[in-house]
């Protein structure tokens, strides 16, 4: 079993930064790709980045240059610092990552954590 937990979200107001961090536990062997997904009311989830195992990453243009993906592959932990945030990236934040285990490889998702920024 393998459970995905982030933390980090909340409200902020314009211009303010969050940090997010989403932890991996339970049967693992290895990690691939980790990322961040978002989806507000009424639209479809999107990727805001992701992350491979040997570090590359890939960001959504609207948060390009706003916002850092990281991780720390001893922790099974991946991360994302979003600065100079604006109301339109207010929505439910998605942690996704691609796990190996003994048997069998899977893509997991995180419960979600609610970013809310103020104008």
């Known amino acids: 079993q393998v459970q995905l937990v982030e933390s980090g979200g909340g409200l902020v107001q314009a211009g303010g930064s969050l940090r997010l961090s989403c932890a991996a536990s339970g049967s693992i062997f290895s990690i691939d790709t980790m990322g961040w997904y978002r989806q507000a009311p009424g639209k479809q989830r999107e990727l805001v980045a992701n992350?491979?195992?040997?570090?590359?990453?890939d960001y959504a243009d609207s948060v390009k240059g706003r916002f850092t993906i990281s991780r720390d592959n001893a922790k099974n932990t991946v991360y994302l610092q979003m600065n100079s945030l604006k109301p339109e990236d207010t929505a439910v934040y998605y942690c996704?990552?691609?796990?190996?285990?003994?048997?069998?490889?899977?893509?997991?998702w995180g419960q979600g954590t609610q970013v809310t920024v103020s104008s």
């Open positions: 992350i491979r195992s040997g570090g590359s990453t």
């Open positions: 996704n990552a691609k796990i190996h285990n003994t048997k069998y490889v899977g893509y997991y």
